[in-house]
């Protein structure tokens, strides 16, 4: 494999793709083009040397689901785990103040477009929003959004248990 891919860092990005807790290599190519895997097998030694051997490229399966078209080259996609199961989810922000994204299968798949919400209050775009940021607030190990609404308040967008990313809002009040 060639460590020039990482390096060069365009559509490029470390995120594990077989859910063996190993960080692969995530090559994205401008639409109309493919996901590329390049498997972390983990350490071993090779003359006399520790390295991490890699395997691939693999194609990394859209399913029905349009993933391919979104690259990790434009500064609207990005890698998070949306849905809380522990591997990063490919996240695309539509430049409306939303975002949808292809929950990573752990097994060298993408799952189908999913919204962030199914019904309104619509949760803002986790990236590409000034006034937003991401953090786990209640300790639950599921990203929670937020908006900051003026000084006293934010809005906290978070994960339900159901399928996917289904948010729901809630005022924070700012304690001093
Ligand atoms: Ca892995
Ligand atoms: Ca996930």
């Known amino acids: ?13 470390l995120v594990d793709l077989n859910g063996d807790g190993l960080p692969d ?20 030694n090779m003359e006399g040397a520790r390295v991490i051997y890699w395997l691939g490229p693999t194609n990394v399966n859209p399913g029905a689901g349009t993933a391919w078209s979104f690259n990790l080259s434009s500064a609207d996609t990005h890698l998070a785990d949306m849905d809380g ?31 962030l919400a199914v019904d309104p209050p619509f949760p803002p775009s986790p990236f590409g929003e000034t006034d937003v940021r991401t953090a786990d ?10 908006r900051a609404n003026g000084s006293a308040s934010i809005n ?10 289904t948010a729901h809002s809630r005022t924070l009040n700012i304690c001093n």
């Open 137 to 146: 607030f209640d300790f639950d190990k599921r990203i929670d959004i937020i």
């Open 1 to 13: 494999m060639d460590a020039l891919i990482l390096a060069a860092g365009h559509g490029t990005d």
């Open 85 to 115: 199961d522990g591997l990063a989810d490919l996240v695309h922000n539509t430049g409306l103040g939303e975002a949808f994204f292809f929950a990573n299968k752990g097994r060298l798949a993408w799952g189908s477009r999913q919204d």
């Open 156 to 165: 906290r967008c978070r994960p339900s248990n159901s399928n996917g990313f």
């Open 25 to 44: 290599i995530l090559k994205t190519d401008l639409a109309p083009g493919e996901h590329n895997a390049f498997i972390n097998t983990g350490v071993t």
